[in-house]
C-alpha cells in the first residue's frame, strides 16, 4: 500500500504541477488561436480588437499579451497555423489521385477554395515591418516543404509515377505558385476557379491530365534512350 502511494504523482509535486501548467498553457493558447483566426480573416488585423478576441475565447485580454506579446505576434501565428491545416486537408484531398496532374490538380483546387493562402501573404507582409515574427514565418515555410515532399514522395513511391521534377522540387514549386497566383487573383478580384486555372497554367507538366502522362518521364530515362541510339 505504501509502495503504491509513494509512486502516485501528488498535488503538491513540482512536476506534477509544472506538467498541468505547461497543458493549460497549451489548452489557453489553442483556444486564444481558434477565437482570433476567424476574426482576423473577417476583419483584418486592424479591424480586430485584442477584447474582441478575449471575449470570443471567454478569456481576459491579458492572457493575450501574456501567450502571445503582441496582437501582430498572434496574427501571424494564426496565419502559420491555418496554413499548416490547409496543407494537411489538400493532401487529404489528393490522397484518391491517380497519376501526378490529378494529384495537382487535386491540391490546387482545394488551396484555392480556402482563404489561408491570402492570410498567410497578409502575415508575410507584416514580417517585413516586424523581424521579430520572420522566425516562425521561416519555421512554417520549411515545414510547408517538408511535408509536401513527404507527402508527394509517398505517391510517387505507393503508385510508381514517374515525374518530371523530384518531391521536394515539385512541393516547393507549387507552394511557391500558390502564394503569388492567390495574391495576384485577390487583387485582380478573380474567383476561386480562375485561381485553379490559373495556377494549373503555370505549374505547366506538372498539372497535366491524366490524358498526358505518357509524357511525364524521367529527365535520366530520356538522356538513357539518346544514349542509346547514339552510342548503338
Not at 496543407?87 to 497519376?99: D, F, G, I, M, S
Amino acid at each position: 500500500m505504501v509502495e503504491t502511494l509513494a509512486h502516485e504523482p501528488l498535488e503538491g509535486d513540482p512536476k506534477h504541477a509544472a506538467r498541468a501548467t505547461r497543458s493549460a498553457g497549451r489548452k489557453m493558447r489553442s483556444l486564444l488561436l481558434d477565437a482570433a483566426s476567424p476574426l482576423f480573416r473577417e476583419r483584418g488585423l486592424s479591424g480586430t480588437a485584442i477584447t474582441d478576441i478575449a471575449a470570443a475565447a471567454d478569456a481576459f485580454p491579458s492572457q493575450i499579451t501574456y501567450y502571445f506579446r503582441t496582437k501582430e505576434a498572434l496574427f501571424v501565428e494564426c496565419a502559420c497555423r491555418d496554413l499548416l491545416y490547409l496543407a494537411r486537408a489538400t493532401e487529404q484531398a489528393a490522397l484518391k489521385a491517380r497519376t501526378p496532374g490529378e494529384y495537382t490538380h487535386a491540391l490546387a483546387k482545394s488551396v484555392t477554395a480556402s482563404d489561408s493562402v491570402a492570410f498567410f501573404a497578409e502575415a508575410l507582409t507584416l514580417t517585413r515591418r516586424r523581424q521579430d515574427l520572420a522566425p516562425l514565418v521561416e519555421r512554417t515555410i520549411e515545414r510547408l516543404h517538408s511535408e509536401g515532399t513527404r507527402a508527394y514522395a509517398g505517391q510517387v513511391e505507393r503508385h510508381g509515377w514517374r515525374s518530371l521534377r523530384a518531391p521536394d522540387e515539385s512541393s516547393r514549386r507549387f507552394w511557391a505558385v500558390a502564394i503569388g497566383v492567390i495574391l495576384e487573383g485577390n487583387a485582380m478580384g478573380r474567383s476561386p476557379e480562375e485561381l485553379c486555372a490559373e495556377m494549373l497554367r503555370v505549374l505547366g507538366e506538372q498539372a497535366k491530365s491524366a490524358d498526358d502522362t505518357g509524357r511525364l518521364r524521367l529527365v535520366e530515362e530520356a538522356g538513357a534512350s539518346s544514349n542509346s541510339n547514339g552510342e548503338g
